[in-house]
Protein backbone atom coordinates (compact mmCIF):
# COMPACT_ATOMS: atom_id res chain seq x y z
CA UNK A 1 0.00 0.00 0.00
CA UNK A 2 1.54 3.69 -1.09
CA UNK A 3 2.30 5.72 1.64
CA UNK A 4 2.71 9.83 0.51
CA UNK A 5 1.99 13.29 1.93
CA UNK A 6 -1.21 14.93 2.38
CA UNK A 7 -2.28 17.60 -0.04
CA UNK A 8 -2.61 20.19 0.64
CA UNK A 9 0.82 19.98 2.22
CA UNK A 10 0.31 20.95 6.16
CA UNK A 11 2.51 20.62 9.37
CA UNK A 12 0.85 18.20 12.04
CA UNK A 13 1.00 19.22 15.68
CA UNK A 14 4.13 18.16 16.53
CA UNK A 15 5.67 19.63 12.92
CA UNK A 16 6.01 16.90 10.94
CA UNK A 17 4.19 16.68 7.24
CA UNK A 18 1.43 14.32 7.66
CA UNK A 19 0.86 11.45 5.36
CA UNK A 20 -1.85 9.51 3.88
CA UNK A 21 -1.77 6.31 2.28
CA UNK A 22 -4.37 3.47 0.78
CA UNK A 23 -7.17 4.91 -1.23
CA UNK A 24 -7.09 8.12 0.36
CA UNK A 25 -3.54 8.53 -1.31
CA UNK A 26 -4.46 7.75 -4.11
CA UNK A 27 -7.43 10.31 -4.68
CA UNK A 28 -5.07 12.76 -3.34
CA UNK A 29 -2.44 11.78 -5.97
CA UNK A 30 -5.37 11.91 -9.03
CA UNK A 31 -6.59 15.37 -7.50
CA UNK A 32 -3.12 16.79 -8.25
CA UNK A 33 -2.75 15.07 -11.63
CA UNK A 34 -6.34 16.70 -12.62
CA UNK A 35 -5.25 19.99 -12.24
CA UNK A 36 -4.05 21.59 -15.40
CA UNK A 37 -0.82 21.23 -16.43
CA UNK A 38 1.08 24.61 -15.50
CA UNK A 39 4.68 25.08 -13.82
CA UNK A 40 2.45 24.50 -10.19
CA UNK A 41 1.34 20.71 -11.10
CA UNK A 42 4.07 18.19 -10.27
CA UNK A 43 2.57 15.89 -12.73
CA UNK A 44 4.05 18.75 -15.23
CA UNK A 45 2.91 16.63 -18.46
CA UNK A 46 -0.03 14.99 -16.89
CA UNK A 47 -2.67 17.44 -16.12
CA UNK A 48 -6.00 18.25 -17.58
CA UNK A 49 -4.90 20.86 -21.41
CA UNK A 50 -4.33 24.79 -20.04
CA UNK A 51 -6.68 25.44 -22.81
CA UNK A 52 -9.71 24.22 -21.18
CA UNK A 53 -9.61 26.75 -18.81
CA UNK A 54 -10.62 29.49 -20.90
CA UNK A 55 -12.79 27.99 -23.26
CA UNK A 56 -16.02 26.72 -20.94
CA UNK A 57 -18.73 27.10 -23.76
CA UNK A 58 -16.34 25.91 -26.57
CA UNK A 59 -18.15 23.30 -28.59
CA UNK A 60 -15.46 20.63 -28.24
CA UNK A 61 -14.46 20.97 -24.53
CA UNK A 62 -16.19 17.86 -22.91
CA UNK A 63 -14.62 15.76 -25.85
CA UNK A 64 -10.97 17.64 -24.82
CA UNK A 65 -11.87 17.21 -21.18
CA UNK A 66 -12.63 13.11 -21.74
CA UNK A 67 -9.72 12.30 -23.76
CA UNK A 68 -7.27 14.29 -21.01
CA UNK A 69 -9.12 12.37 -18.23
CA UNK A 70 -8.73 9.37 -19.97
CA UNK A 71 -5.39 9.81 -20.88
CA UNK A 72 -4.12 10.73 -17.23
CA UNK A 73 -5.88 7.34 -16.09
CA UNK A 74 -4.16 5.41 -18.13
CA UNK A 75 -0.88 6.55 -16.05
CA UNK A 76 -2.36 4.94 -12.82
CA UNK A 77 -3.72 2.02 -14.96
CA UNK A 78 -0.19 1.32 -16.00
CA UNK A 79 0.91 1.08 -12.35
CA UNK A 80 -2.09 -0.70 -11.30
CA UNK A 81 -3.88 1.81 -8.97
CA UNK A 82 -6.81 2.93 -10.69
CA UNK A 83 -8.85 2.75 -13.56
CA UNK A 84 -11.90 4.93 -15.03
CA UNK A 85 -14.85 4.07 -15.06
CA UNK A 86 -17.38 6.90 -16.03
CA UNK A 87 -16.69 10.45 -17.07
CA UNK A 88 -20.34 12.54 -16.60
CA UNK A 89 -20.82 16.27 -17.55
CA UNK A 90 -23.01 18.80 -15.56
CA UNK A 91 -23.55 22.42 -16.23
CA UNK A 92 -24.09 24.57 -13.17
CA UNK A 93 -25.76 28.04 -15.11
CA UNK A 94 -26.33 29.63 -11.58
CA UNK A 95 -22.31 29.15 -10.68
CA UNK A 96 -21.32 29.16 -14.27
CA UNK A 97 -18.75 26.30 -13.90
CA UNK A 98 -18.35 23.05 -15.96
CA UNK A 99 -18.81 19.95 -13.20
CA UNK A 100 -17.10 16.74 -14.69
CA UNK A 101 -17.81 14.00 -12.42
CA UNK A 102 -15.53 11.08 -12.42
CA UNK A 103 -15.89 7.53 -10.99
CA UNK A 104 -12.67 5.34 -11.40
CA UNK A 105 -11.98 1.79 -9.34
CA UNK A 106 -9.01 1.71 -6.76
CA UNK A 107 -7.41 -1.67 -8.03
CA UNK A 108 -6.65 -2.11 -4.95
CA UNK A 109 -9.50 -2.34 -3.29
CA UNK A 110 -11.60 -2.78 -5.87
CA UNK A 111 -14.02 -0.22 -4.54
CA UNK A 112 -15.44 2.70 -7.11
CA UNK A 113 -14.35 6.34 -5.87
CA UNK A 114 -15.89 9.43 -6.76
CA UNK A 115 -14.46 12.91 -7.58
CA UNK A 116 -15.50 15.87 -8.91
CA UNK A 117 -13.41 18.43 -11.39
CA UNK A 118 -14.90 21.96 -11.51
CA UNK A 119 -14.00 24.07 -14.31
CA UNK A 120 -15.46 27.52 -14.04
CA UNK A 121 -16.47 29.85 -16.81
CA UNK A 122 -14.39 32.83 -15.70
CA UNK A 123 -10.60 32.56 -16.72
CA UNK A 124 -9.93 34.40 -13.31
CA UNK A 125 -10.84 31.18 -11.07
CA UNK A 126 -8.71 27.68 -11.58
CA UNK A 127 -10.34 24.69 -11.83
CA UNK A 128 -10.90 22.73 -8.64
CA UNK A 129 -10.57 18.99 -8.30
CA UNK A 130 -13.16 18.14 -5.36
CA UNK A 131 -13.81 14.66 -3.29
CA UNK A 132 -17.22 13.64 -3.51
CA UNK A 133 -19.26 10.87 -1.26
CA UNK A 134 -20.76 7.55 -2.34
Not at 76 to 101: G, H, M, P, T, Y
Amino acid sequence: MATGLTYPISVDELGRAPTVSGSEQLKKLIMIALQPCSSENAFQNLGISERVIFAINAPNLKALLDRDIRRIFKTFERDKRAKVRNINFEVDSLNQELKVFITYQDLETTRDEDIVLILPASGNTRPRVAETKR
